[in-house]
């Protein structure tokens, strides 16, 4: 059976455990609450999900050819938090550690890079960890989304599951999404219509192309004219939602690119000693057989993990540099 390709949703994942994670911080006042949390993250992948490729696809600069479209896309967001920006280096220290390598591309969102990296991989099972609703749209029977939950796990969602949750198929994901917008991309949806309106008409017309191709089709008169009438937003939307799987130059024509090594047990240990993770170091320890007797530094007193929760703000700016 072929290797599984695992791809992880870079700044989705370290957002996730920033937020899920709060007030924890070393004896030097340091934030450490992500970097515990992708130390717990990156085990749980390395003892559950172990497997000879796989890769962490980062954000870089802004999607120029989004950009192009709508110059104010996602410019809602905030910026990075500070505490949360001090840890990226160490983040990226860690991830490297456990022996992921690194995908990106300036001027491509994560999202396309894992599009194409899915597509291009397509032939082995792909599992692409992000809770993202437009990576909805490449999913197959061999391409399935790992969507982390509130208790550490995962939900696989194949086809099946994409269209339980969304009510439409895979292959109509874009409509979907561009009938409703998305806020947090700064992307509007046509007014008055929501998901069960969106899947509706979907189910009951087709897509986008359509409705407008033939909008009498749209029994609901009112509902008719709102999409007519944001035909131009739409059209955009789609181009907007849709995913870019030509990149030129693939980081990954490299198969090293991709391929997962052996975590550095050693440098591990020392990044868990100096940013005194003691449960963390604890783990490494155990998995990597040491038998270094020295004595657990003394960790300052640090306040229980919260759940993440349910109001948790959108994602800041990603385009804002470091």
């Known amino acids: 059976m072929p290797d599984t390709l695992f791809l992880i949703d870079a700044y989705a994942q370290i957002y996730r455990g920033f937020y899920a994670v709060r007030y924890l911080s070393n004896s030097r006042g340091e934030p450490t609450n992500a970097v515990f949390a992708m130390a717990k993250f990156l085990l749980r992948m390395h003892k559950e999900y172990p497997g000879e490729h796989g890769a962490f696809v980062f954000d870089v600069g802004k999607p120029a050819f989004r950009m192009e479209l709508a110059p104010d896309y996602k410019a809602n967001r905030p910026p990075m ?16 550690a456990f022996g992921w390598p690194e995908v990106s591309r300036e001027g491509y969102e994560a999202d396309d890079l894992i599009a194409a990296l899915a597509e291009d991989f397509g032939s082995q099972p792909v599992r692409i960890v992000s809770s993202d609703k437009d990576i909805h749209q490449v999913v197959t029977d061999n391409i399935n989304m790992m969507v982390p939950d509130r208790k550490g796990g995962f939900e696989i969602r194949g086809p099946e599951e994409v269209r339980k949750k969304f009510e439409v198929d895979t292959c109509r994901i874009v409509d979907y999404l561009s009938l409703i917008g998305d806020a947090s991309d700064n992307i509007p949806g046509v007014q008055g219509v929501g998901p069960k309106t969106a899947a509706k008409l979907i189910n009951e017309v087709g897509g986008i192309d359509d409705m407008l191709a033939a909008p009498e089709k749209i ?3 009112k509902l008719r004219d709102k999409i007519v009438a944001a035909a131009d937003i739409l059209r955009k939307n789609q181009k907007l939602v849709t995913l870019k799987t030509e990149v030129e130059n693939k980081p990954w024509d490299d198969p090293a690119a991709v391929t997962r090594r052996e975590p550095d047990w050693a440098a591990l240990e020392k990044l868990a000693e100096h940013y005194e993770l003691k449960s963390i170091l604890k783990e490494i320890r155990e998995l990597s057989g040491s038998d270094n007797d020295m004595e ?3 960790q300052a007193p640090a306040q229980e993990s919260k759940p993440e929760p349910e109001d948790k703000p959108e994602q800041p700016d990603l385009f804002g540099g470091f």
């Open 219 to 221: 029994s609901n008169v």
């Open 81 to 96: 938090p500070e505490e949360l920006k001090s840890q990226i280096p160490i983040l990226k220290e860690l991830i490297e």
């Open 296 to 298: 657990l530094f003394n």
